[in-house]
Structures are given as structure tokens and as C-alpha cells.
């Protein structure tokens, strides 16, 4: 059974940074996606920052270009998102997830993603 533990909400002031981290217990997969969701109050959920291992490609929205970046520390079993230059716009609770994906799948799309951690909250102050 796939667990997925989040660490590195905070509150922070606009301009500043924080690095969520998720461990990933129990995956036997070698090739997974995996990433980060957002949900803002009031908001559908939606993809920040997606890879997939096998060919170590990344999605990001368009919102946060340039500003977040997404890795995946073998080692660890974790996939990491650091946050830089952070708006109150980001503020939401964050969520990470894997699902098992192939060559074709939408790592876009949460409906490729199976396994999500329980979510964790993300407040930037103005």
C-alpha cells in the first residue's frame, strides 16, 4: 500500500520561499508519475508541478513557471517542491500524489494519479 507523507507548509510573507517535501512509502514501481495539486478555498484543484520518472519530464502550470521547480531524490523516495518568489495567490492546501503512468499518460491530468497524500497547507501573506 502506497503512503505519502507531506512536510513544509508554513505561512510566509509574498516574496518568500518554502520547499514542501513528500516521502513515498511502499511504491514498487520504478517508473511513476508523480507531483503536485493545489486546491485554493473556494477552487477546483489543479496541477502545479508534475514529472514522470521514466523519462524525467516535468509539467508545470503556467502560474508558477519559472518559480517552482519539482524534483524527485532517489535516495530519499521523495519528490520535492521548492517555492521561490511566492505570491498570495499560492496560498491553498497542497497535495502530493503518484499514480502508475507509461509513456502516454497526461501527467497533467489528476485522474492519472491514484495514490495522494492528505494535503497540507501552503498561506502567503501580502
Known amino acids: 500500500q502506497v503512503q505519502l507523507v507531506e512536510s513544509g507548509g508554513a505561512s510566509v510573507q509574498a516574496g518568500g520561499s518554502l520547499r514542501l517535501s513528500c516521502a513515498v512509502y511502499?511504491?514498487?514501481?520504478?517508473?511513476?508519475?508523480m507531483g503536485w495539486f493545489r486546491q485554493a478555498p473556494g477552487k477546483e484543484r489543479e496541477g502545479v508541478a508534475t514529472?514522470?520518472?521514466?523519462?524525467?519530464?516535468?509539467y508545470y502550470a503556467d502560474s508558477v513557471k519559472g518559480r517552482f521547480t519539482i524534483s524527485h531524490d532517489v535516495a530519499k523516495n521523495t519528490v520535492n517542491l521548492q517555492m521561490n518568489t511566492l505570491k498570495p495567490e499560492d496560498t491553498g492546501v497542497y497535495y502530493c500524489?503518484?499514480?502508475?503512468?507509461?509513456?502516454?499518460?497526461?501527467?497533467?491530468?489528476?485522474?492519472?494519479?491514484?495514490?495522494w497524500g492528505q494535503g497540507i497547507q501552503v498561506t502567503v501573506t501580502s
Open positions: 500524489a503518484t499514480g502508475r503512468c507509461n509513456l502516454y499518460s497526461d501527467i497533467t491530468s489528476d485522474e492519472e494519479y491514484n495514490h
Open positions: 511502499g511504491n514498487t514501481y520504478s517508473n511513476i508519475c
Open positions: 514529472m514522470y520518472t521514466g523519462l524525467q519530464n516535468t
